[in-house]
């Protein structure tokens, strides 16, 4: 799926200062572009030319329009970045015919978050996140994809009986802040595009979609059939909920299972 993918080691831990700039939580408004520049200036040109992807860089995929980079934070997590111009979650581009849709190809980059590891992770351990305007640090969309919190896993299995095709009243709390939950089925998320379902599936969604935060989880159903649960809050500013589904990953990885 994605080219290039390989980059030493070493130097996937020795960022430039412009990707801490980017990747460091709170990131002062005029570097809110640093995540568009790393994509244009050096992921695209570098596989454009046949070179070796310099870090942060970890692949291109021209066919799906993304790329992808190991973000500083975390032992593993990495971002998915479309390769053309999209602010978030909010771009009105997300919900155009014919868009294509990113969030099969954010489920393929868990493998760079599994060789980062140096294990496969559990279905129901890998998690992606789309934060709100609210609740960003950069004015290019990521999505990111980490492993899940095992207390986020924990909830969804209690609450799997509740969960049908529909969302739900709020059932997980990450963070301090409530969920509401939908099932999706399938392996993959082709043709399941996680943003027009909440636009579509929760009302007021659509007409307030800079709120909006989403996350998709990997799922193993009765008689192990795979899916996805997916996750939708909206930011409230003045209940402190800024709208981060990055909060129901976790970036230590400390839920997976060790290697034996």
Not at 94 to 121: C, F, M, N
Not at 140 to 162: E, K, N
């Amino acid at each position: 799926m994605f080219g290039r993918a390989r980059a030493p080691l070493l130097a996937l831990l020795v960022l430039a200062p412009l990707v801490r700039a980017a990747l460091a939580g709170g990131t002062p408004a005029a570097d809110r572009g640093a995540l568009w520049r790393i994509v244009t200036a050096r992921c695209v040109p570098a596989f454009g030319e046949g070179a070796t992807l310099p870090p942060p860089c970890l692949a291109v995929d021209p066919a799906r329009g993304v790329a992808v980079i190991k973000d500083r934070v975390g032992v593993a997590q990495v971002l998915v970045i479309p390769t053309d111009r999209i602010t978030g979650i909010e771009d009105p581009a997300l919900l155009s015919p014919g868009r294509p849709d990113l969030w099969p190809a954010a489920w393929g980059a868990r493998r760079l978050v599994e060789a980062r590891l140096g294990r496969a992770l559990p279905r129901d351990l890998v998690g992606l996140a789309l934060n709100s305007a609210m609740g960003r640090s950069q004015d290019q969309l990521h999505i990111h994809v980490d492993c899940l919190r095992g207390a986020v896993r924990d909830q969804l299995r209690r609450a799997a009986p509740m969960i049908g095709a529909a969302f739900t009243a709020p059932v997980v709390v990450a963070g301090g802040h409530s969920y509401r939950v939908r099932r999706l089925a399938g392996g993959g998320l082709a043709g399941q595009d996680p943003v027009r379902l909440v636009a579509d599936g929760v009302a007021g969604a659509r007409a307030a979609m800079a709120r909006q935060t989403i996350a998709v989880v990997g799922a193993v159903f009765a008689g192990g059939r795979p899916g996805f649960w997916l996750l939708e809050d909206q930011a409230d500013a003045a209940a402190g909920d800024f709208g981060h589904a990055e909060d129901l990953l976790d970036h230590a990885c400390a839920a997976v299972p060790p290697i034996r």
